[in-house]
């Protein structure tokens, strides 16, 4: 017969669950502001030209990353995009037939799950107005749930 342990203070923890949706963002960087934001340096993200314009649009914009006592909350992970740039291309890195590294963040933050497509759109389209790539790479989750404390 298996023993079951009794409940921990943690498994009595009570849990409220919403629903979003994640945005999740890809956003090209300076080398060095990759560098300093890697170290910490979180100021490092304002001073950096292309994504200062990010931060404006997840400050302006309250259905982004809002979490109640907590506003425009966003996540970043370091990293690099590779591409090749194909005839026809006008990028904001590169030449025509190169193949290039930008180094990136892949900015996630959240939106309410229940929004419809009408009141969405203008989000998206400020997030897309903003980015400096010729093609903006964007990914919309299926709405989920958030977990957090209650």
């Not at 009595?12 to 960087?29: D, L, M, Q, S």
């Not at 090749?84 to 996630?108: E, I, N, Q």
């Not at 389209?125 to 209650?150: F, G, N, Y």
């Amino acid at each position: 017969m298996a023993m079951t342990a009794p409940p921990t203070t943690v498994d009595r923890v009570p849990v409220t669950r919403r629903r979003v949706r994640t945005i999740k963002v890809y956003w090209p960087v300076a080398e060095e502001t990759l560098t300093a934001a890697s170290a910490g340096d979180l100021d490092a993200l304002r001073r950096d030209d292309s994504f200062a314009a990010l931060l404006r649009v997840l400050e302006s914009t309250p259905e982004l990353g809002d979490f109640g006592v907590y506003g425009d909350v966003f996540e970043v992970a370091f990293g690099a995009e590779g591409f090749t740039v194909r005839p026809g291309a006008r990028p904001s890195l590169g030449t025509v037939g190169g193949r290039f590294l930008s180094t990136t963040l892949a900015v996630t933050t959240y939106v309410d799950g229940t929004l419809d497509d009408d009141a969405l759109a203008p989000v998206l389209a400020r997030l897309v107005a903003a980015h400096p790539w010729e093609i903006p790479v964007l990914e919309l989750s299926a709405p989920l749930d958030l977990v957090s404390r209650a």
